[in-house]
């Protein structure tokens, strides 16, 4: 299991504004550390969304938005498209393991 | 424009090995941070090692002993050495490149993936 969760599955109308949580503890995003998003489209590799909990990288809509408080972030999507249909990761790091950690991931659907 | 090309993949028999290759382009690998990802079948990312810009090595332990990444500046090409190969070792392996914009360090540059199969 991923020391990162995330809600299995989202949806929403083209248009409408959905959340993805990803809830951690102590020893991962309370501990301080910065959470980052990945978009995946099916078939093809993931692409840097969000960085350092609330940053876009050039060329990302900033429909898409993050944020962190406590052990938690979660990604924000406004203004939903049906290219916004993938999978979303988050990412972070945790004391007890060494290196990165990933959420389970989230697939959104637009209705 | 960064470019991140991944091969080597194939099938291989449990116990087996195999060396994964990335060539980049657009980018020296050794002044950056390199790592590998994998994602098995329909299941989510997993982080497998990391190089950093001063030749330090991070693995995390379902790899640790097993997998080996190197680079070579002549090639301008990370590689990840792969023994002792396990059926749940099968996965799409992307190669990444960690950009130092936080901590941990996000990923920014991916390739498409070479796809390793272990089964008998």
């Known amino acids: 299991q991923s020391v990162l969760t995330q809600p299995p599955s989202v949806s929403g109308a083209p248009g409408q504004r959905v959340t993805i949580s990803c809830t951690g503890s102590?020893?991962?995003?309370?501990?301080?550390?910065?959470v980052h998003w990945y978009q995946q489209v099916p078939g093809t590799a993931p692409k840097l969304l969000i960085y350092?909990?609330?940053n876009r990288p050039s060329g990302v809509p900033d429909r898409f938005s993050g944020s962190k408080s406590g052990t938690s972030a979660s990604l924000a999507i406004t203004g939903l498209q049906t290219e916004d249909e993938a999978d979303y990761y988050c990412?972070?790091?945790?004391?007890?393991?060494?290196?990165?950690?990933f959420g389970g991931g989230t697939k959104l659907t637009v209705l | 424009e960064v470019q991140l090309v991944e091969s080597g993949g194939g099938l291989v028999q449990p116990g087996g090995s195999l060396r994964l290759s990335c060539a980049a382009s657009?980018?020296?690998?050794?002044?950056?941070?390199m790592t590998w990802v994998r994602q098995a079948p329909g299941k989510g990312l997993q982080w497998v090692s990391v190089?950093?810009?001063?030749?330090?090595?991070y693995y995390p332990d379902s790899v640790k002993g097993r997998f080996s990444i190197s680079r070579d500046r002549s090639k301008n090409t990370v590689y990840l050495q792969m023994n002792s190969l396990r059926v749940e070792d099968t996965a799409l392996y992307y190669c990444?490149?960690?950009?130092?914009?936080?901590?941990?360090?996000?990923?920014?540059?991916w390739g498409q993936g070479t796809l390793v199969t272990v089964s008998s």
């Open positions: 990444a490149r960690a950009t130092v914009a936080a901590t941990p360090l996000p990923l920014d540059y």
């Open positions: 657009g980018i020296t690998v050794n002044d950056n941070y």
């Open positions: 102590s020893s991962n995003i309370g501990a301080g550390y910065d």
């Open positions: 990412q972070s790091s945790d004391n007890g393991l060494s290196g990165w950690v």
């Open positions: 190089i950093y810009s001063d030749g330090k090595t």
């Open positions: 350092g909990n609330n």
